[in-house]
């Protein structure tokens, strides 16, 4: 076990852990911000994606020792109270059924668009095919985006 | 307008405290944002039956009693309940009911039948509270209640008014009114208007609102292992290098299973990963070669009885001027929620306490109570919402895990699948063959054959349904090979391939006999309507309905160039659905761009919500026809993850453009019945687009490229 300060969502936390715990189980098991999700533990579904330094990262392969200075925002982070341009899409557009995976995709979107502030069809394909949908809103995800970009989706 | 007797139903209004001492209320969230800020805070609020409180402010709850799944039932039950009380949809409080078998029925997710078989109790519900508000304006008034109105939470007579908020207290006192009338469908305010999902805020800011997010204080955490192969137990163990991993406070065997115990999930599963256990066969190791030469043979073979048979098939291919034979074969399949299996419990000397996701709340509070020795009572079940069933969380494994894990310990516990864990435990869409024959006369359908395998399957046909009662030789047959591979329900079981079959087979026969894909199934379908062939099951004339609809809206004939068409229909969960696949075949190879999809539900609840399930259907289907791959070798899973198991992502998914036919009719299912045709659709176009016909599962590993 090692103490570690970590920078989320603009605060500073502590927390006791081994160095190989992924990201995903401290912010979820020790700071109880559950809004990050477990989907595979291999980076390949991107429920537990989060913004590393403003890169989207998955959070179940990056373990702990290696956010070092870095600073991290989980969907609890990305805005205060929804207001975000990508939740305010994801609204309007009414995007999520059962709504697991969603954190994860707005984390990807919201990413995508702060480099990207106007994408493509392909652009958005190649961003987001990495976070699985099992409910299939793929459709509404990429209107959601369209719509959120239309505003100046970066929010900054 | 129908007039309902509420006695059907009273012991739902009668039995209601039963409601406060359910259990917890999770997921606690607001239905809208109250329209009036300036709106006083509620300081009462009183009873009036289990699916409702009204507040003294006019803010009414609204107990969901059914299983949220992402089928949006939590949004659309309540919606129903609000549209026959009569009010503002701004001032609903929608809540997650417990369990309770007093006051609620059927709280089930599965078959798409939460709306079809609530719809009536649901009304019922709000047109009760609604004539009890009326009653006690009347005796308040001294007036007749024949001429009371009520609109939007306002009870009316004349110049007088006073709000729902205003009679609750004394409206509780009342009789409940023997007989209630039901609105007429064309009234509907709020039925019909699309309604944001109550959970959206929650699903969007990240609260915790899944079974993975339940927790308790002082709540521990677990991770199992079980048996790698089916048909194997375990011999032996060693879990000293899973005690020395930092966290874990225990392990403990529970039947051929073995969990790790510890202060976080992470710590869980590295300690279960560091366990050293031994396997032996207590059964056969079974493969998908013998499992594929065996289902086949079984195609060869003639049941004793068949499903049906009508007319003289053996005369009509004996007569035929041509046969036309096809096999059709998909493997097993998992369910693959986002969220995986997980479950809550806390059994202590007294009760059991269970908590998470759960498509079947009683029949697990049985199976928990049988498997502890409790009464049910002492046992409870809450639900939390699910990321995704599909079947998956009908079986409660899970949380009978969890009981069991919890009672050996004495400590409040969430047990969590890893994903490996939960790919490879088991219950899968059974592997699943059919062999259609067609005999033709005079360029007509004369006789027709079908022969379906599967296993752990039951029976793999739907013998009434299309197109029975449209051909006049007619025989279905069906074979279930047995296996100690755990099988069961998958999103839209049994059709889910099926369909896809059946729908591939006619676009071929339609081929071949030089004949539109549409109109022989129109054909069929007419003869079905106006002279059947023995009893069906299904309404020829509502097919009818949504074929035309969707080749309506396709432009089915003329396909612009570079597009291929391919049309597909099929009748589950008491809805009808056609569907047209777009497919442009670039340089890439074949790619699904669009389907376009005509649904025959009845009434539509909640507009935009519906047409996300029939999109999500649509991807669901044509993402698992493509793509879904699951094997077995030496009872061993080849895939375990998302590496090796591949689902439908972003840029593979097609548009899907969604039209419903205007109907008053009751509704009917919706979670299901557009996943079926999706799969045969996209065979179709495929094949119009590149002269490859497809006859098995997954459609990637056929000699195509694909774009």
């Known amino acids: 076990m090692a103490n570690f300060s970590i920078d989320v969502n603009g605060e500073s936390r502590q927390v006791n852990v081994d160095p190989d715990t992924p990201m995903l189980w401290v912010l979820r098991d020790e700071l109880n911000l559950k809004g990050t999700k477990f989907g595979c533990g291999i980076a390949q579904c991107g429920a537990c994606t989060i913004h590393l330094n403003g890169e989207a990262v998955r959070s179940c392969s990056t373990p702990i020792s290696a956010i070092g200075n870095a600073s991290i925002t989980t969907i609890e982070g990305l805005s205060e109270n929804g207001s975000h341009p990508v939740q305010e899409a994801w609204m309007e557009e009414d995007v999520p059924q059962c709504g697991y995976c969603q954190a994860g995709q707005i984390m990807s979107a919201s990413a995508m668009l702060s480099k990207i502030p106007n994408p493509t069809e392909a652009d958005i394909h190649q961003n987001m095919s990495g976070n699985i949908c099992r409910c299939g809103t793929y459709p509404r995800i990429k209107k959601a985006i369209m719509r959120a970009a239309e505003k100046g989706g970066n929010n900054e | ?707």
């Open chain 2, 1 to 707: 307008m129908t007039v309902i007797k509420t006695k059907i139903n009273r012991r739902s209004f009668l039995k209601t405290s039963a409601l406060a001492g359910g259990g917890i209320v999770i997921g606690f969230n607001w239905g809208c944002t109250p329209a009036d800020m300036a709106r006083p805070e509620a300081s009462a609020w009183y009873e009036v039956n289990a699916f409702l409180t009204i507040a003294d402010n006019g803010e009414v709850t609204i107990m969901s009693p059914n299983p949220e799944i992402g089928q949006n039932i939590k949004t659309s039950m309540p919606m129903i309940v609000a549209e026959e009380l009569d009010v503002n949809w701004e001032d609903v409080i929608v809540k997650q009911a417990p369990l309770n078998t007093e006051s609620f029925t059927r709280q089930v997710a599965g078959g798409s039948q939460s709306i079809r078989s609530s719809w009536t109790i649901l009304r019922t519900a709000g047109a009760t509270a609604r004539k009890l508000l009326i009653n006690t304006a009347a005796k308040e008034w001294q007036v007749d209640p024949s001429g009371i109105t009520t609109e939007n939470g306002v009870v009316k007579y004349g110049k007088m008014t006073m709000t729902y908020g205003e009679l609750a207290a004394k409206a509780v006192m009342e009789e409940i009114p023997e007989e209630v009338e039901l609105k007429d469908p064309k009234d509907f305010k709020i039925i019909g208007q699309a309604k944001k999902n109550v959970d959206l805020d929650g699903i969007i800011t990240g609260e915790p609102l899944f079974g993975l997010d339940f927790k308790r204080e002082g709540m521990v955490y677990a991770a199992a292992m079980r048996p790698p192969a089916f048909g194997t137990k375990l011999k032996s163990f060693d879990d000293s290098d899973a005690r020395a991993v930092n966290g874990v406070s225990d392990v403990v065997q529970f039947g051929n299973k073995i969990a790790v115990i510890a202060n976080s999930t992470w710590a869980a599963m590295k300690g279960k990963n560091a366990l050293k256990a031994e396997w032996e066969r207590d059964g056969k190791l079974e493969n998908t070669t013998d499992h594929d030469r065996q289902l086949l043979r079984m195609l060869d073979t003639p049941e004793k009885e068949p499903r049906r048979n009508d007319g003289n098939v053996r005369r009509a291919f004996a007569n035929a001027d041509k046969v036309i034979e096809r096999v059709y074969e998909a493997p097993f399949l998992p369910h693959n929620t986002m969220e995986p299996m997980n479950f809550f419990a806390d059994v202590t000397d007294t009760k059991a306490e269970l908590i998470g996701p759960i498509q079947t709340p009683q029949w697990t509070q049985g199976r928990v109570a049988q498997l502890l020795g409790r009464e049910a009572a002492d046992v409870t079940i809450d639900m939390t919402r699910m990321g995704g069933g599909f079947g998956r969380r009908l079986y409660g494994d899970f949380a009978l895990e969890v009981a069991e894990i919890s009672d050996k310990i004495r400590k409040p516990v969430k047990l969590v699948f890893s994903r490996e864990d939960d790919m490879t435990a088991g219950t899968y869409r059974p592997a699943s063959k059919y062999k259609f024959r067609a005999a033709i006369k005079n360029g007509k359908i004369d006789g027709y054959h079908l022969t379906g395998s599967g296993v752990n399957s039951g029976n793999v046909t739907r013998q009434n349904w299309f197109p029975a009662g449209g051909i006049e030789n007619y025989k279905v047959e069906t074979h279930n090979l047995r296996s100690n591979i755990t099988t069961g329900a998958w999103r839209a079981p049994i059709t889910n391939f099926l369909a896809i079959a059946e729908q591939s087979f006619f676009d071929e026969v339609a081929a071949e006999i030089g004949m539109d894909a549409v109109q022989l199934r129109l054909d069929i379908l007419e003869r079905a309507k106006n002279n059947p062939v023995g009893e069906i099951d299904y309404e020829p004339e509502k097919m009818i309905g949504v074929i035309k609809l969707a080749a309506e809206k396709a432009g089915w004939g003329n396909a612009p160039s570079g597009i291929s068409h391919g049309f597909s229909c099929y009748y589950s969960h008491n809805t009808y659905v056609a569907e047209v696949a777009h497919v442009t075949n670039a340089s890439g190879g074949p790619k699904v761009a669009r389907v376009t999809c005509a649904v025959d539900c009845g009434i539509v609840i909640n507009p935009d919500a519906a047409i996300n399930q029939v999109q999500g259907g649509v991807v669901d289907g044509v993402g698992h026809a493509m793509y879904g791959d699951f094997s077995f070798v030496n009872g061993t899973p080849q895939a375990s993850n998302f590496d090796k198991y591949r689902l439908i992502r972003a840029k593979e998914a097609p548009e899907v453009d969604v039209h419903f036919v205007e109907s008053l009719n009751d509704p009917t299912g919706l979670g299901e019945p557009s996943l079926p045709p999706a799969g045969g659709a996209v065979a179709n176009a495929i094949a119009k687009a590149t002269g490859n016909r497809l006859y098995k599962i997954p459609f990637i590993k056929e000699e195509i490229v694909f774009g």
